[in-house]
């Protein structure tokens, strides 16, 4: 079994940061492409930022200079630094992980419970 637990979350003031984290455990072979996604009351589920196991990075515009992703590969951890925040970017943050539990099957995306980001104005 594999299970991604995120920490970091709560509540801050616009123009505040936060620090998310998301580690992975349990039977792994190999991690891949680690993502962060966000999703707020009646609205979808929007991917925020993405990590690959080489460590390139890409964001969705609206984060693009204020958001910053990375990871560790040796603790199977990502991390999500939250700059200058803003009351639009209230929102459960979901971590997912591309993960390979042995060396011959294919691999799955797992999902994190999410934590609870909330921005006050």
């Known amino acids: 079994q594999v299970q991604l637990v995120e920490s970091g979350g709560g509540l801050v003031q616009a123009g505040g940061s936060l620090r998310l984290s998301c580690a992975a455990s349990g039977r792994i072979y190999r991690v891949e492409t680690m993502r962060w996604y966000r999703q707020s009351p009646e609205k979808q589920r929007d991917v925020v930022a993405t990590i690959t196991s080489g460590g390139s990075a890409g964001y969705a515009n609206f984060v693009k200079g204020r958001f910053a992703i990375s990871r560790d590969n040796a603790k199977n951890t990502v991390y999500l630094q939250m700059n200058s925040l803003k009351p639009e970017d209230t929102a459960v943050y979901y971590c997912?992980?591309?993960?390979?539990?042995?060396?011959?099957?294919?691999?799955?995306?797992?999902w994190g419970q999410g934590t609870q980001v909330t921005v006050s104005s």
């Open positions: 997912t992980a591309e993960i390979y539990t042995t060396a011959i099957t294919g691999k799955n995306n797992y």
